[in-house]
């Protein structure tokens, strides 16, 4: 069994082992209801991202607003421009180059999303 060890990796962050009084199935299952609900997370965040991006594909959507924009903190921009290198490549995997190209280059991308 493991045993109850935290390891330094920075500043900030540790890793811990599993207590050598907690079960692998014990484990296991605390993993499973954690994945789960970063899933769930993970979907929510995907839907509203996907929204604004083809909010923003409309030729009719106005820009956002310098205010808009600075209601969010460098992680959530950090998250929101990963997606949109993912959603870029996704459209690129489906040969809609057009899109992509489109989503790329749009200012009004970077400063909504």
Do not use: W
């Amino acid at each position: 069994m493991c045993t109850n060890v935290v390891h330094s990796i920075g500043e900030d962050q540790e890793i811990s082992e599993v207590p050598s009084g907690q079960s692998a199935q014990q484990h296991q299952t605390h993993l499973d209801s954690i994945f789960m609900l970063l899933e769930k997370n993970i979907v929510t965040f995907v839907k509203k991202e996907l929204k604004k991006i083809q909010k923003v594909l409309n030729p009719d959507y106005p820009e956002c607003s310098e205010s808009q924009r600075d209601n969010e903190d460098e992680e959530q921009r950090s998250s929101r421009e990963a997606f949109l290198k993912i959603t870029v490549d996704f459209l690129r995997r489906m040969k809609q180059d057009e899109l992509a190209d489109r989503l790329q280059s749009s200012k009004r991308i970077s400063l909504k999303i």
